[in-house]
């Protein structure tokens, strides 16, 4: 098996794999044919302007002369008087955007739903045609997004600028997430991007960043698995991270990314716990500068997934149900609308 190859195996190891039913026909992708079907369905062609209607559409974004799809679901609930919030839920390491959107995996077009906010998938960068194998340049990690020295943050400003342009949205209510390199690109956002972004929260990826200035306090939530494989607790890459070592790197630890963030935000330096269940807690540093938090969630189980997910893959341990990341993720939002 050739080098090219095995890098696009290894790229998976990143982003939460979570299979379908059993009994049901896979590509190699991981995507049953139902899926597939429902993937081509909603890759149709979109108008490149003009308002945008209730349901999940897949538009297309260029930026540094590559065009990048979106995919964006606007719910029903939607109040087309006011203006609405807007998250960003960024995939893993050598996933897609249509991976992150799939409901049976992640649940964030569900939870848009019920609490009435826009949310957009973004493709990360890819070489295939299909936007497959995709990675953010989060700094240290990952991939051809890093190694390319692509501007993700400026394609991700992009993209809240269109999306800004065809929905009512409120630009005080902006928030990014994401998983894995995700959520390594989640932390650059919050260094880089403050002052469009009102919070964070990432998910199983720490900081990659050498160099952080935000231009204000930003609040910054980080959810993390101790027996996390791939992005360890305690720092360093996991034995089921990529296969190819040099598209990752040394992973910041967990403990020293939120001191990082508590020192940035001139938080008080110990923390109080605000819930704390069977396997999970979280823990928040108060007292921050301009009215921010920094805000650690630790789950016992689970590894390098999602927590709440319903279906991880066969032979992966499931994710913890200690605590369902959506959930917190939006709380968590809803405390901190931004300065815009």
Known sequence: ????????????????????????????????????????????????????????????????????????????????????????????????????????????????DSAGFVVAFPNGYSKLPGGKFATWNAGGCCGDARDRKVDDVGFLRAVVAQLSARLKLDPARIYATGMSNGGMMAHRLACEAADLFAAVASVAGTEALSVCQPVRPIPVLHIHARNDTHVLFNGGAGNDVFRDENKVMDFVSVPETIARWVQRDQCQPTPRRVLETPGAYCEAYSGCAGNASVQLCVVNEGGHSWPGAQVVSRGKEAATQALVANDVIWDFFMAYPGEN
């Not at 190699?28 to 308002?51: D, H, V």
């Not at 349901?55 to 065009?67: F, L, M, R, S, Y």
């Open 1 to 112: 098996m050739n080098r090219f190859v095995l890098t696009l195996v290894s790229l998976v190891c990143l982003s939460l794999s979570v299979a379908v039913p059993p009994g049901v026909a896979q590509d190699s992708s991981g995507l049953s044919l139902r899926e597939r079907l429902a993937q081509r369905r909603a890759a149709k062609e979109e108008p490149a302007t003009g308002p945008l209607s209730t349901g999940t559409h897949t538009i297309q974004i260029t930026h540094q002369g590559q065009k990048r799809k979106v995919v964006v679901h606007v719910p029903a609930r939607l109040d087309p008087t006011q203006a609405a919030p807007l998250v960003l839920a960024l995939h893993g390491g050598g996933g897609f955007a249509e991976y992150m959107a799939d409901n049976e995996r992640y649940g964030l077009i569900s939870k848009s």
